[in-house]
């Protein structure tokens, strides 16, 4: 029986170690991405449509289902008030559905 005892304790002994290794790599994770957030502080990004125009407007009919064509050009100023970070694009194709 005292055998028994010990292989009890040993178990025990062994969850401990593996839960406080557990929560010691949660706990540094948990510093690490407090400290990014410290450091890097990210905002979102600011967008602002300074002026629209319409191109082209064709609505037509079809199967009694209207179809609604148009060239909209816009000047669009974007403002990032992060500086570490950086925003980059090489297409912008914005598509709206209604």
Not at 88 to 97: C, E, I, L, S
């Amino acid at each position: 029986m005292a055998k028994a005892g010990r292989s009890r304790r040993s178990c025990c002994c062994v969850m401990g170690w593996i839960l406080g290794i557990i929560a010691t790599i949660i706990g540094l994770l948990g510093i690490a991405v407090a400290l990014f957030f410290a450091i890097v502080s990210p905002q979102k990004m600011k967008m602002q449509i300074n002026d629209a125009t319409i191109t082209k407007f064709n609505l037509t009919e079809a199967n009694q289902t209207h179809w609604l064509h148009y060239d909209m050009e816009f000047n669009v100023t974007i403002r990032n008030p992060n500086q570490i970070m950086g925003l980059y694009y090489d297409n912008f194709v914005p598509r709206v559905y209604y």
